[in-house]
Antibody, heavy 120, light 105 residues
Framework: QVELVQSGAEVKKPGASVKVSCKASGYTFTSYDIHWVRQATGQGLEWMGWMNLNSGSTGYAQKFQGRVTMTRNISISTAYLELSSLRSEDTAVYYC?????????????WGKGTTVSVSS | IQMAQSPSSLSASVGDRVTITCQASQDINTHLNWYQQKAGKAPKLLIYHASNLQTGVPSRFSGSGSGTDFSFTISSLQPEDIAIYYCQQYDDLPTFGGGTKVEIK
């Protein structure tokens, strides 16, 4: 079945970087874009950016420009989110989600989320 | 593009009709999706392109609107509908509304 499996929880110190992975299965990896969305505890959803897995092109929310990098490894059907210069406010659950339509850009398949905790 | 969602929370009885609104800061045509997020789970797509029901989603869920004003309705609230609902625009880089927490009275 169509699935996105994310890497496990991370604990990082302020100033460090974190790299979260998102492995796709059950469909052609490069046929759909991947988006990253985060959610701090008790807060709403915050869109971070997207990646076209075929071309490698990306688009990032202005808030994260300069700190976020999205990459992919097509050979293992895995997308990555890297966030640098971590601060306590980056503590959140990070989700990857498949963009199910090039026309309507709805997020139809989601990973279970990766908890990133930033603490000294 | 900012998305103003209201109310932030509501309490209704089983069987009630529930409506949530989402207002965009500029015209987004019908470029709007709705998601449901249950406690401790990832969001789930319910409605896309403002009014299209995602496959497998119960017909008691519906969406409408265009331009800047949108609404999402649960025609008969069920206990399993307890969740937070989010709108999301994709006219520009995506943004989400602040969410509406739906509880049973």
């Amino acid at each position: 079945q169509v699935e996105l499996v994310q890497s496990g929880a991370e604990v990082k110190k302020p100033g460090a970087s974190v790299k979260v992975s998102c492995k796709a299965s059950g469909y052609t990896f490069t046929s759909y874009d991947i988006h990253w969305v985060r959610q701090a505890t008790g807060q709403g959803l915050e869109w971070m950016g997207w990646m076209n897995l075929n071309s490698g092109s990306t688009g990032y929310a202005q808030k994260f420009q300069g700190r976020v990098t999205m990459t992919r490894n097509i050979s293992i059907s895995t997308a990555y989110l890297e966030l640098s210069s971590l601060r306590s406010e980056d503590t959140a659950v990070y989700y990857c989600a498949r963009d199910g339509s090039q026309e309507y850009h709805y997020l139809d398949v989601w990973g279970k989320g990766t908890t990133v905790s930033v603490s000294s | 593009i900012q998305m103003a969602q209201s109310p932030s929370s509501l309490s209704a009885s089983v069987g009630d009709r529930v409506t949530i609104t989402c207002q965009a800061s500029q015209d987004i045509n019908t470029h709007l999706n709705w998601y449901q997020q249950k406690a401790g789970k990832a969001p789930k797509l319910l409605i896309y392109h403002a009014s299209n029901l995602q496959t497998g989603v119960p017909s008691r869920f519906s969406g409408s609107g265009s331009g800047t004003d949108f609404s999402f309705t649960i025609s008969s609230l069920q206990p399993e509908d307890i969740a937070i609902y989010y709108c999301q625009q994709y006219d520009d880089l995506p943004t989400f509304g602040g969410g509406t927490k739906v509880e049973i009275k």
